[in-house]
């Protein structure tokens, strides 16, 4: 009652109609250290509570239910929740829970004749079990001799990969929905597949192509995603389920929320985290589209993706995430105008629910519910990021008192069933211990390791190879699983040798790599004259470079999302040759002047 009591005072809402430019009213003494610490708090035993309550009620089942106090299978019965939660005790610091986890999984076996979804699975298995295995190091775990292009999470991870593969074997080269786990894709299993559940393998896929030095994972996911764009419409729009086998597309409706949100989420993690420019070309043609054709006084509406006209009025609390990509391009502006309409939702029914009629300003029938879904806190935190503007940081603090209030059980939190009542449903989904709770943390927790400024960085060393870990270039998979962008450099790319030779060498450097290059044939498939990729360095050599150098061919193939860091320094690690890197820290949360 307190902080309601408090943000009446302190807060000025208004009106639905006239939202755009307007914002409430926060003292910039008001979020001091201490109240942020207390909120931190509040937000550790919030995870906590839920995540005991899956240990003592629903282990070794896949979800807990909330308001019986049991637990359930849900997508595959490998203890999901235990496995989704895993990232976050990491950015907790809970180093011992960690580490008794680890030697849990360690014991798992994918080896089981069910279906399973292979979207799924990859975000929330696939995704946790590799994000773990990057972040082991920092939890006192006994390191196998080449990590992290070895150890037991990373193996895990590649046997379920590994699994999935079979669902790529379409016509088109696009992903089936199912797969089973021991014998591929089931018979008759239809072959029409949602947008999102083609384009979202490429950060998984990828890393584990670049610690494995397998690159047969992301090449299966970059040929999906090319699939995907060859079949875009004339007006730079994709519809939402498409038929694997013929291309067809089944559904056309386009939208950025359900069915398609995260194939644009990770054109733009995909290419910071992989150095591959031509993913964000792909996704700048594609927001043309979008702003011209959905955007409405900054909502973002459902529209056919041949004319572009108006479909369904409606807003998806799916969609919540985009003022979080387009503030990791630098389009803060834009974002913080859609993050206020969605804020305006929340002050009126206390949560955003599944689907929203703009025009008629109700929920819609049959979509009034909110499953404790994290989108709208992760754009809150990655906004705050880039504008450091306390009016988030409320925003934050009002979900998570609506959470608190409505939702928390003796066992845990349960899924909203009506905004309209708060009456609720007995399902805990593993994402809120996975992405709610994790993002409301960061969101609080400015000093946490994962916001990392990118000026310092622990070196490590395989091989012939090195790599930079904990500068703070951590990119989120759409499950919230933070993978470290300079632990792939350990495992993949040029080794030192090749990057002195270059340095000292140019000429020769350049004659070399262009007789013995191996072109995938799907990286230069937009065919620009403006996409050139620089290598990285050896991070340690460039720890105490001073005015770093310029890299035009960088910065023309990526001229709309990067640019100078606002917080300046005598120092850097970027270097003409780092600068796909520098990408990386911006789109991990790093603010940038465009």
């Not at 594609?286 to 409606?314: A, E, Q």
């Not at 450091?388 to 609506?402: F, Q, T, Y």
């Not at 340690?540 to 150098?549: D, E, G, M, N, Q």
Request: charged content about 20%; some cysteine; aromatic content about 12%.
């Amino acid at each position: 009652m307190r902080y309601w009591f408090t943000l009446c005072f302190i807060l000025v809402w208004w009106d639905l109609g006239s939202v755009s430019g307007q914002r409430p009213i926060v003292p910039e003494t008001y979020y001091t250290e201490e109240h942020l610490s207390d909120l931190r708090a509040e937000v550790r035993e919030l995870f906590y509570h839920a995540y005991n309550g899956y240990l003592n009620y629903a282990y070794p089942l896949d979800e807990l239910q909330p308001l019986t106090c049991r637990g359930v299978d849900t997508w595959g019965s490998y203890s999901l929740t235990l496995i989704d939660a895993l990232s976050t005790l990491a950015v907790l610091g809970n180093h011992t829970e960690f580490r008794r986890v680890v030697n849990v999984l360690s014991e798992l076996s994918f080896d089981s004749d069910i279906n399973v979804s292979v979207f799924e699975t990859n975000i929330r298995i696939v995704g946790g079990l590799l994000s773990a295995h990057l972040l082991s190091h920092r939890s006192g775990i006994n390191l196998e001799p080449g990590w992290p292009c070895n150890g037991p999470l990373l193996r895990l991870a590649e046997d379920v990969a590994k699994r999935l593969l079979p669902a790529f074997n379409s016509y088109t080269g696009m992903p089936y929905g199912t797969v089973n786990l021991r014998h591929g894709v089931p018979p008759n299993e239809t072959p029409v597949t949602c947008t999102a559940g083609v384009g979202t393998f490429i950060i998984e896929f990828g890393v584990l192509s670049r610690l494995t030095q397998n690159p047969e994972y992301e090449a299966v996911a970059m040929r999906a995603l090319k699939a995907l764009w060859e079949h875009r419409s004339g007006i730079g729009l994709v519809g939402n389920h498409i038929n694997v086998e013929t291309g067809q597309w089944i559904a056309t409706d386009a939208g950025i929320g359900a069915a398609i949100d995260s194939y644009y989420e990770y054109l733009v993690k995909g290419s910071a985290l992989l150095s591959r420019p031509e993913l964000m070309e792909m996704f700048l043609h594609h927001l043309d589209g979008i702003n011209r054709y959905m955007r409405k006084d900054d909502w973002y509406f459902w529209v056919t993706m041949t004319k572009g006209t108006v479909s369904l009025p409606v807003f998806q609390n799916l969609e919540a995430y985009w003022p979080g990509v387009l503030s990791t391009i630098g389009k803060t502006s834009d974002a913080m105008k859609s993050i206020l309409n969605y804020h305006q939702v929340l002050k009126h029914l206390g949560f955003v629910p599944e689907m929203y009629d703009v025009q008629q300003r109700e929920v819609r029938p049959q979509r009034e519910g909110y499953p404790l879904r994290p989108e709208f806190i992760e754009s809150l935190m990655f906004l705050y990021r880039a504008t450091m503007d306390k009016n988030l940081l409320a925003m934050g603090e009002d979900v998570l008192r609506a959470i608190q209030h409505s939702t928390r059980t003796p066992c845990g939190y349960a899924t909203v069933k009506d905004t309209r009542d708060h009456r609720l449903e007995d399902r805990m989904e593993s994402f809120f211990l996975a992405e709610t709770t994790k993002y409301l943390f960061l969101l609080f927790d400015s000093e946490n390791f994962i916001h990392g400024d990118g000026l310092s960085g622990k070196p490590h060393r395989v091989a012939s190879r090195s790599c930079m870990l904990d500068t703070g270039a951590y990119i989120f998979n759409t499950e919230a699983h933070p993978m470290d962008a300079g632990a792939l450099d350990c495992c993949h790319g040029p080794t030192e040798r090749d990057i002195w030779q270059k340095v000292w060498f140019p000429k020769e450097s350049s004659e070399t790599s262009s007789s013995d290059s191996n072109d995938d044939g799907v990286s230069s498939f937009l065919s620009s004259p403006s996409i050139e990729i620089c290598n990285k360095p050896a991070w340690h050599s460039f720890l105490w470079v001073k005015h770093p150098l310029r890299c035009p061919a960088s910065l023309s193939a990526s001229k709309s999302w990067t640019g100078k860091r606002r917080k300046s320094s005598n120092f850097s690690l970027m270097t003409c040759e780092a600068a796909p890197f520098m990408q990386m820290l911006c789109v991990g949360g790093e603010v940038c002047d465009i």
